[in-house]
């Protein structure tokens, strides 16, 4: 075989390496909205896994730290989740013709110390797909979200093929926070902030986004790791003056 072409399968395996990257079980955590792009007031976890075109079996348990102040004061341990939504690439049962809408997935919510966390178990479509969407467990929260961090439990995940054969893929949460003030999590603080603080304000309900007041005061020097003032009443003055704390800093 010529130079040339050696040169050539060398670079086509270079570039299809580069393509396939990294295998992992990715947590991406968001901030719920509805299609029309308005923000519900709700997070949620999307779990996806990445380069692993084999997966069919995906478990796993995730954890969020109590510090979210889940919102469930008035209801049952468990309602902190608020819905658990299956991916696209879940798959379904194929008992009737045509087979059923329901996906293969199983969830169930389980404490620990200082955390809250979800067991899922997802069967996953025969296709070849780079990016495949498990789920997106959403929750609710008091308050906005804090620096501590959303993890997996160690030695929880689990990725296997068609054959059962196991796949490396390490678990990864790739953004717990945002930045303090920046309300719509788009990476900035900003105009478009200050108007999603005034529609939840007009709003009149507790949308945690937008409560982002220290609730200690003496904390405010550092307001980025401070729980916010979770009040049961709503958004107030106290969070406008953060946000416009936040914003004078960030210019
Ligand atoms: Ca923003």
């Not at 991406?28 to 996806?48: F, I």
């Amino acid at each position: 075989m010529k130079a040339p072409q050696w040169v050539a399968i060398l670079c086509a395996f270079h570039i299809a390496s580069l393509a396939l990257g990294q295998a992992e079980v990715r947590a991406t955590v968001m901030l719920d909205r509805t299609q029309a792009g308005a923000l519900t007031g709700r997070y949620y976890v999307k779990v996806t896994l990445e380069n692993c075109p084999t997966a069919r079996m995906c478990t796993f348990r995730l954890n969020l730290p109590t510090a979210y102040a889940f919102n469930n004061a008035a209801a049952s341990a468990n309602t902190w989740i608020v819905d658990m939504r299956a991916g696209a690439d879940v798959e379904t049962i194929q008992a009737g013709s045509p087979p059923t809408a329901a996906p293969v997935l199983f969830a169930e919510a389980a404490t620990g110390t200082n955390v809250k966390g979800v067991q899922v178990v997802a069967l996953l479509k025969a296709e070849a797909k780079n990016s495949k969407h498990v789920c997106d467990i959403v929750f609710t929260s008091r308050g906005r979200a804090t620096l501590a961090p959303i993890t997996f439990e160690a030695g929880s995940v689990s990725v296997k093929d068609q054959a059962l054969n196991p796949i490396t893929a390490p678990a990864r949460v790739v953004r717990a926070n945002a930045h303090f003030g920046d309300l719509n999590w788009d990476g900035g603080i900003g105009l478009n902030d200050f108007d999603a603080w005034v529609t939840a304000w007009k709003q009149g309900t507790d949308l945690p986004f937008a409560d982002i007041a220290p609730v200690v005061s003496g904390s405010a020097s550092q307001p980025a790791t401070a729980l916010s003032s979770q009040t049961p009443s709503g958004i107030g003055l106290d969070d406008f003056d953060a946000w416009v704390t936040a914003w004078k800093s960030s210019q």
